[in-house]
């Protein structure tokens, strides 16, 4: 019988359907918000225990190994229909959480539960989905990936990691690639305030190459905060302040779960600087790679984030899994929790940068 199942969920795993499993984290949000109680727990006890034990388990089998690397898969609409949806799922389950938690008591367990659910939400299924749309070279497709990241407040991320981050990944002028030895904590204030600013500077850079003013209509910078400030007062009108706090706590909960996923991806690896000034060229050592693949399809592939940033505008459907690059001994969700204990995820992963990037970051 064991065996069976195990075929059949090979199978589904090998099929362009299991990217449907990314909304089962939305699913568990859902359960939370309609039985109420402890069981708005569910979103975080799915990623953070569920999830790993899954994971776990699949490893053992060898069930990881199914699919890591494929011919590139046609590009049609149902792939794209699926990163569309989370549009209406996000803000839907957004609408239905701030209609819920304006009967709930500030300190309470319900109110605790459904913000870090929908926080969670909005990191998976809004910020996520947004950083693989952002990448697309159709307007519309950029558009909704901007769209996205307005519950989280951080439509600026659009500026700074399309033409920031992947210019400068692996080098200490990258806000979110995590020093060597650095913790999360101090990682989060570092990156969350260097990407603001990264942001700002790069609107500066593309407005003056067009010989336009930093105060121009041309700013984009200045309508991310007019639609993020619309949001904020739009919220305040419908559900009060109660509603404003639960949405500023939810987007920045959702932008730390985000920033945490930087954290693993890049910790502790450098590229060199060459004789010229310049850094050598990003490969695919310079991100680490995690081929546990019920982390990978939930998250769209994010996790083969070696290939990713190989070529950025690979399609997740199309991203494989690059054997030679650094890879993580968990999947997304397990190094996540391990690396909230520095002692523990310096521990097992500094081991795991290679030598050179070990020395560069003496020098750094």
Same mark, same amino acid.
């Given at each position: 019988?064991?065996?069976?199942?195990?075929?059949?969920?090979?199978?589904?795993l090998?099929?362009?359907?299991?990217?449907?499993?990314?909304?089962?984290?939305?699913?568990?949000?859902?359960v939370g918000?309609?039985?109420?109680?402890?069981w708005?727990?569910?979103?975080?006890?799915?990623?953070?225990?569920?999830?790993?034990?899954?994971?776990?388990?699949?490893?053992?089998?060898?069930?990881?190994e199914?699919?890591?690397?494929?011919?590139?898969?046609?590009?049609?609409s149902?792939?794209?229909l699926?990163?569309?949806?989370?549009?209406?799922?996000?803000?839907?389950?957004?609408?239905?959480?701030?209609?819920?938690?304006?009967?709930?008591?500030y300190?309470?367990?319900?109110?605790l539960?459904?913000?870090?659910?929908?926080?969670?939400?909005?990191?998976?299924n809004?910020?996520n989905?947004?950083?693989?749309?952002?990448?697309r070279?159709?307007?519309?497709?950029?558009?909704?990936?901007?769209?996205?990241?307005?519950?989280?407040?951080?439509?600026?991320?659009?500026?700074?990691?399309?033409?920031?981050?992947?210019?400068?990944?692996?080098?200490?002028?990258?806000p979110?690639?995590?020093?060597?030895?650095?913790?999360?904590?101090?990682?989060?204030?570092?990156?969350?305030?260097?990407e603001?600013?990264?942001?700002?500077?790069?609107?500066?850079?593309?407005?003056?190459?067009?010989?336009?003013?930093?105060?121009?209509?041309?700013?984009?910078?200045?309508?991310?905060?007019?639609? =993020? &400030?619309? $949001?904020?007062?739009?919220?305040? %009108? #419908?559900?009060?302040?109660?509603?404003? !706090?639960?949405?500023? @706590?939810?987007?920045?909960?959702?932008?730390l779960?985000?920033?945490?996923?930087?954290?693993?991806e890049?910790?502790?690896?450098?590229r060199?600087?060459?004789?010229?000034?310049?850094?050598?060229?990003?490969?695919?050592?310079?991100?680490?790679n995690?081929?546990?693949?019920?982390?990978?399809?939930?998250l769209?592939?994010?996790?083969?984030?070696?290939?990713?940033?190989?070529?950025?505008?690979?399609?997740?459907?199309?991203?494989?899994?690059?054997?030679?690059?650094? =890879? &993580?001994p $968990?999947?997304?969700?397990?190094? %996540? #929790?391990?690396?909230?204990?520095?002692v !523990?995820?310096?521990? @097992?992963?500094?081991?795991?940068?290679?030598?050179?990037?070990?020395?560069?970051?003496?020098k750094?």
């Open positions: 019988m064991f065996n069976r199942d195990l075929k059949l969920f090979k199978g589904f090998l099929s362009d359907f299991k990217y449907l499993m990314a909304y089962s984290i939305p699913l568990t949000a859902l918000l309609y039985f109420g109680g402890y708005l727990f569910t979103t975080p006890f799915y990623i953070f225990v569920i999830i790993p034990a899954v994971e776990l388990i699949l490893t053992r089998y060898g069930v990881d199914l699919e890591t690397h494929r011919a590139e898969k046609g590009i049609h149902l792939f794209d699926m990163l569309y949806l989370n549009i209406i799922i996000v803000f839907g389950l957004l609408i239905y959480s701030l209609t819920k938690i304006i009967t709930f008591e300190f309470s367990i319900e109110f539960g459904l913000l870090l659910s929908m926080g969670l939400v909005m990191a998976s809004g910020i989905v947004a950083h693989e749309l952002c990448h070279t159709k307007t519309l497709e950029r558009f909704f990936g901007k769209f996205l990241l307005i519950p989280s407040l951080y439509m600026h991320f659009y500026l700074e990691h399309n033409y920031g981050h992947h210019l400068k990944v692996a080098t200490k002028e990258d979110v690639t995590a020093k060597y030895n650095e913790p999360i904590y101090i990682f989060w204030i570092s990156a969350i305030k260097g603001l600013l990264g942001a700002i500077k790069i609107q500066k850079n593309r407005l003056k190459i067009n010989n336009n003013s930093f105060f121009s209509i041309y700013n984009d910078m200045f309508w991310y905060g007019i639609i =993020q &400030l619309s $949001y904020i007062l739009l919220v305040f %009108i #419908l559900f009060g302040l109660k509603g404003l !706090i639960f949405c500023f @706590l939810a987007a920045l909960f959702s932008v779960m985000f920033e945490s996923v930087n954290y693993i890049h910790y502790g690896l450098l060199k600087k060459l004789s010229s000034g310049r850094y050598e060229r990003v490969q695919e050592r310079h991100s680490w995690s081929n546990h693949i019920f982390g990978r399809i939930v769209y592939e994010l996790t083969r984030h070696s290939d990713h940033h190989r070529i950025a505008e690979t399609e997740y459907q199309n991203l494989n899994s690059i054997d030679h690059s650094p =890879q &993580l $968990y999947g997304y969700p397990t190094s %996540i #929790l391990l690396s909230f204990i520095p !523990i995820w310096f521990k @097992l992963m500094n081991p795991r940068v290679p030598r050179d990037m070990y020395e560069l970051s003496l750094n």
